[in-house]
């Protein structure tokens, strides 16, 4: 089945600093790469998402990144706020129709 | 948007017992629902696939006839945790799609906290 691996589990940067998690999958068929931020007890909330045909996406402070052929993708967060602090997941979709998530990624933005 | 509604929030319930935890698609039909467990800080595992009509699909590791799943309808997911333990206290989450998977088309319940004492 894919294996979702996500790093680092923790991350402390300053404000204004930027911020990148990383995730690496390891089915090739995978098409589909969501990211979620999730406080804690509610549900994930997407933040940006990004397509196997394509290779960067951006949406003001956050962007995505996906490199199909090394099966890997990232989140780069810049100018981070406070409020930016909170569990952030990737995750993948295959072709089984399934997603599955990365272990999580603890930020934490300080004044 | 289309919405996704779980219910209870929270439940507590006592070691032995049953609770049955409901997923439905409120402004769609979804012939696929997933359900997802999370423990305190750690991610979200998917337990199961439910499919309308027919029987769940369930993750390797997950026990089917501990955590039933009923899936009767189009709109209605349920899942029923047998015999619960302490040890099944959890974040449970449902979720369900449009059509094919791009943007926004992947839509979450609220979760439901169980607490088994």
């Known amino acids: 089945g894919e294996n979702v691996e996500q790093h680092p589990s923790t991350l402390s940067v300053q404000e204004g600093d930027s911020a990148v998690i990383k995730c690496t999958y390891s089915?090739?068929?995978?098409?589909?790469f969501p990211w979620y931020k999730q406080e804690l007890g509610k549900r994930p909330q997407l933040i940006i998402d990004i397509r196997s045909n394509v290779g960067e996406k951006k949406d003001q402070r956050i962007a995505v990144t996906l490199n199909k052929t090394a099966k890997h993708f990232s989140l780069h967060i810049t100018e981070t706020q406070p409020e930016d602090s909170a569990v952030y997941f990737c995750?993948?979709?295959?072709?089984?129709?399934?997603?599955?998530f990365g272990q999580g990624t603890e930020l934490s933005v300080k004044p | 948007g289309a919405v996704v509604s779980q219910h209870p929030s929270w439940v507590i319930c006592k070691s032995g017992t049953s609770v049955k935890i409901e997923c439905r698609s409120l402004?769609?039909?979804?012939?696929?629902m997933f359900w997802y467990r999370q423990f305190p800080k750690q991610s979200l595992m998917l337990m199961a696939t439910?499919?309308?009509?027919?029987?769940?699909?369930?993750e390797q590791g997950v026990e089917k006839d501990k955590f039933l799943i009923n899936h009767a309808s189009l709109t209605l997911s349920t899942l029923t945790v047998t015999s619960a333990h302490p040890e099944d206290s959890s974040f449970y989450i449902c979720?369900?799609?449009?059509?094919?998977?791009?943007?926004?088309?992947?839509?979450f319940g609220e979760g439901s906290w169980l607490t088994v004492v």
């Open positions: 979720s369900a799609g449009i059509g094919a998977i791009s943007g926004n088309t992947i839509y």
């Open positions: 089915d090739s068929a995978s098409n589909y």
């Open positions: 402004d769609f039909q979804a012939t696929t």
């Open positions: 995750a993948v979709y295959n072709q089984g129709g399934k997603l599955i």
């Open positions: 439910s499919n309308e009509g027919s029987k769940a699909t369930y």
